[in-house]
């Protein structure tokens, strides 16, 4: 005789971080009324991380300005948050989520929202030398604001969002000695177009920092303290540093889903429904999901993971059916640089690219003629209408675009799509 398990009411949602937190006060907007219980590995309350790299740093934004929402509105939503604490097991076949600690969380959902973390450098000694970092948490920040008081000569390993709006932070505005080294041929190199990529890296020159693609580390070199002193490239040179700083990518926090071979770090697998079995979800910077165009990848953005909150709330509340469908987009500030992009390309899909003024730049990908994201500096009213017909899914044509000389009013106008108001800046970003 089989004995059928009931799940207990609930949703467990592993990851405090912007997407768990999102998903927990949406679920709440839409009507839930069942237990929602809330649980991070980190100390703090849910908090936003895109100001950590900026205005955190440069002490403009406050701790108390980076939280998501005051930790008492989560009490006011009967929204339990178990903060500081790890999860050892999931088991979704009976919705039990078992804490380090050893205490038992039963649910009818379990939802992964467990971000990702710095990838390490292989010659970096661990523990780490004082003055070598990476940027992923509130506490990576403070101590890389502590070390920033002193630090003269800056290297930035990867050029990624993180070591350049990094890199332009120290130099802009704590007068550093800045070097980016890269390994691949040029910075942002998978992600955006060669014509975008190059224009921050010319305006990112201009300012004072050096800049080195196809370069790698050999070797760090420790002085008597332990402190990193240099590093030997492959080339043979030397840079000298006081401060390093890691930005060479991230991981899926992907440990809790065993794939037949071991665990997976890629991403967890979901399905256009951000399902990965019946009753685990997965959401945010550790889903691996299928976009619009079919292609499975993972995304590290604030949009991507408050789209994909919203989105699993109503499934869960049963008023979505469809599948998720939301339109890509993200920016990141390097600099005075606001680089915004809509849509999602690939780094084979073409590039035709307009100069609007000495820093403005307008950039469409095309995929089979047609355009599938649109890069935009400095030009906000350009993104926005780009999102809505991206969104609206209008077809534009490489020659279109061209006999247009780059001008999106025109395919507003041919779409039958009311313009945006002037001035109007979207929302949400990278992490």
């Not at 467990?114 to 990838?119: K, M, N, Q, V």
């Not at 041929?185 to 190059?198: D, E, H, K």
């Not at 890069?375 to 906000?380: A, M, R, V, Y």
Request: charged share 20%.
């Amino acid at each position: 005789m089989t004995t059928m398990t009931t799940k207990t009411p609930g949703v467990a949602i592993i990851g405090a971080g912007q997407a768990g937190a999102q998903l927990a006060l949406s679920l709440r907007d839409e009507g839930y009324n069942d237990p929602i219980t809330l649980i991070g590995d980190e100390a703090h309350p849910p908090y936003q991380r895109p100001p950590l790299s900026k205005s955190y740093l440069l002490g403009e934004t406050g701790r108390e300005n980076l939280l998501l929402r005051p930790e008492s509105l989560f009490r006011d939503r009967d929204i339990a948050l178990h903060l500081g604490i790890s999860v050892s097991t999931i088991d979704p076949s009976t919705g039990c989520v078992t804490l380090a600690v050893g205490t038992r969380i039963l649910a009818t959902d379990i939802v992964l929202a467990t971000g990702s973390r710095a990838r390490s450098h292989s010659l970096i000694p661990d523990p780490l030398p004082e003055n070598a970092h990476y940027l992923r948490s509130m506490d990576d920040a403070d101590r890389l604001a502590r070390g920033l008081t002193s630090a003269r000569h800056i290297v930035v390993i990867g050029g990624g969002f993180i070591g350049l709006e990094f890199a332009a932070v120290a130099r802009r505005k704590f007068g550093c000695e800045v070097c980016v080294i890269e390994a691949a041929p040029a910075i942002l190199g998978r992600v955006l177009s060669n014509a975008t990529a190059g224009h921050i890296h010319r305006r990112l020159e201009a300012w004072g920092v050096a800049i080195q693609t196809n370069a790698k580390v050999a070797a760090m070199i420790l002085d008597e303290a332990g402190r990193i002193s240099s590093l030997q490239l492959t080339d043979g040179s030397q840079l000298a540093a006081d401060m390093i700083l890691v930005g060479i990518g991230g991981i899926a926090n992907a440990e809790l889903v065993q794939a037949p071979v071991g665990p997976q770090t890629s991403g967890i697998a979901v399905d256009a429904f951000l399902a990965a079995a019946p009753g685990l979800h997965a959401l945010g910077d550790c889903a691996l999901f299928p976009d619009r165009h079919g292609e499975v990848h993972r995304v590290e953005s604030v949009q991507n993971a408050v789209d994909q909150a919203r989105y699993l709330a109503r499934r869960l509340t049963g008023k979505e059916n469809g599948p998720f469908d939301a339109l890509n987009w993200f920016w990141s500030d390097i600099g005075d640089m606001k680089l915004q992009i809509a849509g999602r390309a690939l780094q084979t899909d073409e590039a035709l690219s307009y100069l609007k003024s000495d820093n403005r730049l307008v950039t469409y990908r095309m995929r089979e003629n047609l355009v599938v994201a649109v890069e935009t500096i400095n030009s906000p009213a350009d993104h926005m209408l780009a999102k809505r017909l991206l969104a609206n899914r209008t077809q534009i044509e490489r020659g279109r675009i061209a006999e247009a000389n780059g001008d999106l009013r025109t395919f507003m106008t041919q779409a039958n799509l009311p313009q945006p108001a002037p001035g109007g800046q979207p929302t949400g970003g990278r992490h």
